[in-house]
């Protein structure tokens, strides 16, 4: 690395915080990444890992820059990890939904248009029987389901544990506690929002926790399944994920209760096979959701040479890869090509 090259500190490492260093550190930057909890210690050391994409109809920046972002990943992830050498569990395996009924399966039917026009020819929207769609596929009242080829999985833990070992082999760890360095960006999740929060004197976003499970059952590189709220992800280490609950209110960040133990029992319901799957681990934690709802990305305000990076509630794998872009163009160069919706000043 050039002794001149400039500096920068990421404060949190997360998913957002490091795919900014991954990124900044190919385009020669010395970059520091502190995090006194450790990497994926938040909502990114999670279990359910479902890259999905929005409905393609109505369209606007948010779900263009979402699209932009899910045909980066293979890329991507491919670079993370040839260079560190982990896998992160990545696999753009598409998505089966169930169709309730008969106006469902018109609207379904329309969307395929849409997709047609919208998703560059790089992915498909269509709807198929459910004796076509294979063994792991829902119930579904219709005998119908939604099949996309856009949508992707991958495991958080691992993808994170994937970027530490790339970022290991261009010099660069996570360290607990440092000195700030150069700029500043801030990906400190959900208590970085409150932090946020209380120096603007007004709510720019919160903490909604999560819970979600993990069970015993090796379905093989099938479709994920959305189905009555729930994501059901096959992962590639033998196991079907389920998540997540969406609870405003909490007592304990990490803590588990019979809410999880309804996950299971819906998941079973929707997909009769996984009923002697056993369970092999549990997951609670909370997750940063900005104001807009949409990732909280830009300069601070007030504040020369900080930025912000959060906000990626329930799609920041997914728009990891382009967020990492984005301000990596904008903390060096200026160049600032972030959605309206996206701004900082959206969740003021």
Not at 91 to 98: A, F, I
Not at 185 to 200: E, F, K, P, V, Y
Request: aromatic content about 6%; charged content about 20%; proline content about 7%.
């Amino acid at each position: 690395m050039p002794e001149f090259a400039p500096e920068i500190t990421i404060r949190g490492a997360g998913i957002f915080g490091l795919s900014i260093a991954w990124v900044l550190s190919g385009r020669g930057v010395r970059v520091q990444v502190v995090d006194p909890y450790g990497p994926a210690s938040g909502s990114s050391g999670g279990l359910v890992g479902a890259l999905a994409p929005h409905v393609p109809e109505n369209w606007n920046d948010k779900k263009a820059f979402q699209l932009d972002s899910l045909l980066m990943t293979d890329a991507f992830w491919s670079e993370v990890q040839e260079t560190g050498g982990g896998d992160p569990g990545y696999g753009r395996t598409g998505r089966l939904q169930p169709i309730a009924d008969g106006h469902a399966l018109g609207l379904a039917r329309d969307r395929t248009e849409g997709a047609r026009a919208l998703w560059q020819g790089r992915a498909t929207w269509e709807v198929v029987s459910v004796d076509a769609a294979g063994a792991f596929a829902p119930v579904s009242p219709s005998g119908f389901l939604i099949h996309d080829t856009l949508t992707g999985r991958m495991h958080p833990r691992q993808a994170c544990a994937a970027l530490v070992a790339a970022l290991a082999v261009r010099g660069i760890t996570v360290v607990p506690d440092a000195p700030d360095r150069g700029a500043v960006i801030w990906a400190t999740g959900w208590r970085g929002l409150l932090d946020l929060s209380d120096q603007m004197g007004k709510a720019v976003g919160a903490g909604i926790k999560g819970q979600s499970a993990a069970l015993a059952y090796d379905a093989g590189p099938v479709p994920q399944v959305f189905v009555d709220g729930l994501h059901i992800i096959p992962h590639a280490n033998g196991t079907v994920a389920i998540g997540s609950t969406s609870e405003r209110e909490f007592d304990a960040p990490d803590g588990l209760d019979d809410q999880c133990d309804d996950l299971i029992s819906r998941a079973i319901s929707a997909m009769p096979m996984l009923a002697d799957a056993p369970v092999v681990d549990r997951w609670a934690g909370v997750r940063p959701r900005a104001r807009s709802r949409a990732p909280m990305l830009g300069a601070w305000p007030n504040r020369n040479g900080h930025f912000i990076a959060n906000g990626g509630f329930k799609i920041g794998f997914g728009m990891a890869p382009k967020v990492a872009h984005v301000m990596a163009d904008l903390v060096l160069d200026g160049v600032d090509v972030i959605p309206e919706g996206f701004r900082v000043a959206a969740s003021m």
